[in-house]
């Protein structure tokens, strides 16, 4: 995608949705990045309730730890791969109690370091808790990269990097949440409704879905080929002869 395609498409995205914010409830950044290690391979509206009730007892790592291991699976049970999540969880609060003085590193490496946080959990928590220009690249964003030929990529890091570079500075602080709930409510897996899509002109997809009830537009019909007629022949032929003998008789 071009520059100039690019700051239109980040434009009106802002212009829709001036200031973005992350789906996840939270209440300060280690609640933040409790959420976000919950969220993975899991749906935000999940996450959501079991944090509910989850964080409006536990809001600190201390207060973690002495919940427990079983005592956090009743509390995240209804979340994918919960016993592992658990796991992690209380791992890594044990570990921003020694290491961290009990807070959140604003530090990418040290993010990472901790139990459960790869990098894109610690790019969410470094934009949503402190307000980097980081891009956290998830599954809505990985396909939105590539399908509109914003940041085309093979993988999560290659589209990362590629937003990265291509991104105009006054629109990298909300880019990851506009690119995300793009892909989450328009730019769809299945069935992107691009009949509805403020971005469509720009997007280098070729294939766009047309609105429901809209038959696509017939293909044009191919002419048909016929054979050329063979050159009469000058000299009378011995079936025509023939035939005028016959009538003739």
Same mark, same amino acid.
Request: proline share 8%; charged share 25%.
């Given at each position: 995608?071009?520059?100039?395609?690019?700051?239109?498409?980040?434009?009106?995205?802002?212009?829709?949705?001036?200031?973005?914010?992350?789906?996840?409830?939270?209440?300060?950044?280690?609640?933040?990045?409790?959420?976000?290690?919950?969220?993975?391979?899991?749906?935000? +509206?999940?996450? &959501?309730? /079991?944090? $509910?009730?989850?964080?409006?007892? !536990? =809001? *600190?790592?201390?207060?973690? #730890?002495?919940?427990?291991?079983?005592?956090?699976?009743?509390?995240?049970?209804?979340?994918?791969?919960?016993?592992?999540?658990?796991?992690?969880?209380?791992?890594?609060?044990?570990?921003?109690?020694?290491?961290?003085?009990?807070?959140?590193?604003?530090?990418?490496?040290?993010?990472?370091?901790?139990?459960?946080?790869?990098?894109?959990?610690?790019? +969410?928590?470094? &934009?949503? /808790?402190? $307000?980097?220009?980081?891009?956290? !690249? =998830? *599954?809505?964003?990985?396909? #939105?990269?590539?399908?509109?030929?914003?940041?085309?990529?093979?993988?999560?890091?290659?589209?990362?990097?590629?937003?990265?570079?291509?991104?105009?500075?006054?629109?990298?602080?909300?880019?990851?949440?506009?690119?995300?709930?793009?892909?989450?409510?328009?730019?769809?897996?299945?069935?992107?409704?691009?009949?509805?899509?403020?971005?469509?002109?720009?997007?280098?997809?070729?294939?766009?879905?047309?609105?429901?009830?809209?038959?696509?537009?017939?293909?044009?019909?191919?002419?048909?080929?016929?054979?050329?007629?063979?050159?009469?022949?000058?000299?009378?032929?011995?079936?025509?002869?023939?035939?005028?003998?016959?009538?003739?008789?």
């Amino acid at each position: 995608m071009k520059p100039d395609k690019i700051e239109t498409f980040y434009r009106r995205l802002q212009e829709a949705e001036p200031r973005p914010e992350t789906e996840l409830k939270y209440v300060n950044p280690y609640t933040l990045l409790v959420a976000v290690v919950l969220s993975a391979q899991a749906t935000d +509206v999940g996450v &959501n309730k /079991a944090t $509910g009730p989850l964080f409006a007892k !536990v =809001d *600190t790592p201390e207060k973690m #730890v002495a919940l427990g291991e079983a005592g956090l699976k009743t509390f995240i049970k209804t979340i994918g791969l919960f016993n592992t999540k658990a796991k992690n969880v209380i791992a890594l609060s044990k570990l921003l109690i020694a290491e961290h003085n009990s807070q959140v590193p604003r530090d990418r490496d040290a993010l990472q370091a901790l139990p459960g946080v790869g990098r894109k959990t610690a790019n +969410v928590v470094m &934009n949503v /808790a402190f $307000g980097e220009s980081t891009i956290a !690249v =998830d *599954t809505h964003i990985f396909r #939105v990269g590539n399908r509109t030929g914003l940041a085309p990529g093979k993988d999560p890091l290659a589209v990362e990097l590629k937003l990265e570079k291509v991104t105009p500075p006054e629109f990298k602080r909300h880019a990851h949440h506009w690119l995300i709930l793009h892909g989450r409510y328009i730019c769809k897996a299945r069935l992107p409704e691009c009949w509805r899509c403020i971005v469509a002109d720009v997007c280098g997809y070729k294939d766009k879905t047309p609105a429901p009830g809209t038959k696509p537009s017939a293909a044009k019909a191919k002419p048909k080929k016929t054979k050329p007629r063979a050159a009469k022949s000058s000299a009378p032929s011995s079936r025509r002869g023939s035939s005028a003998r016959i009538a003739r008789r």
